[in-house]
């Protein structure tokens, strides 16, 4: 099957910092990528929807300022949490469409980023 | 909108246990239904999906009906092993506007124990 990696897995940082994600399609070219945001013990929660070469839709509620989403590139989607604070660590997990599949398409998940603000 | 309602978890089984893992949903028309695994650790892996109304799902001895009466699509397994213990998710994507985006129930953590 499809891989969609995404690093890094793990990060740690200040309050007030920028922290980077990338999420990468491995061996099929992704037009379309997609943000999810974990909360312990919940549902994943559709961040944004992030299409090649063109702008990301935000689903209502995400700030669109905070969270910068870049799709450069068929194969690289990257999520930056600017001024991160507590309240934005959780568990952040890419996806890529296989646009092979259709209108029943499957989504591909990486293995998801804790990201932790102090 | 579109939502997904499962069972509240944790759920806790012996090996060889029957598993039955409810979802209901709220759809306009017909969505397309799914189940993913997430393994500890581990990104979400499609299980099964059902794209229309009486398509049964099933992979790795796991099943899934479409129940449009019902709005249902619940999770089976005849005898569950230790290694299926993970978190499961139901999810639908939508027929109309947005009929990429996937919508998740809350998950049910499933442990199997030897």
């Known amino acids: 099957g499809a891989v969609v990696s995404q690093h890094p897995s793990r990060v740690i940082c200040k309050s007030g910092t920028s922290v980077k994600i990338e999420c990468r399609s491995l061996?099929?070219?992704?037009?379309?990528m997609f943000w999810y945001r974990q909360f312990p013990k919940q549902s994943l929660m559709l961040m944004a929807t992030?299409?090649?070469?063109?702008?990301?839709?935000?689903e209502q509620g995400v700030e669109k300022d905070k969270f910068l989403i870049n799709h450069a590139s068929l194969t690289l989607s990257t999520l930056t949490v600017t001024s991160a604070h507590p309240e934005d660590s959780s568990f952040y997990i890419c996806?890529?469409?296989?646009?092979?599949?259709?209108?029943?398409?499957?989504?591909?998940f990486g293995p998801g980023t804790r990201l932790t603000v102090l | 909108g579109n939502s997904v309602t499962q069972m509240e978890g944790p759920v806790t089984l012996s090996e060889e246990a029957f598993l039955t893992i409810n979802c209901t949903y709220t759809?306009?028309?017909?969505?397309?239904l799914f189940w993913y695994v997430q393994y500890p650790g581990e990104g979400l892996q499609l299980l099964l999906k059902a794209t229309k109304a009486d398509d049964k799902g099933s992979n790795k001895g796991f099943e899934a009906t479409y129940r449009k009466e019902t709005t249902s699509f619940h999770l089976e397994k005849g005898s569950v092993q230790v290694s299926d213990s993970a978190v499961y998710f139901c999810a639908l994507s939508g027929q109309f506007q947005g009929a990429q985006k996937l919508v998740f129930g809350q998950g049910t953590r499933l442990t199997i124990n030897p």
């Open positions: 759809a306009t028309g017909y969505p397309s």
């Open positions: 061996d099929f070219q992704a037009t379309t």
């Open positions: 996806s890529a469409r296989d646009p092979s599949g259709g209108r029943y398409n499957e989504q591909f």
């Open positions: 992030s299409n090649e070469g063109s702008k990301a839709t935000y």
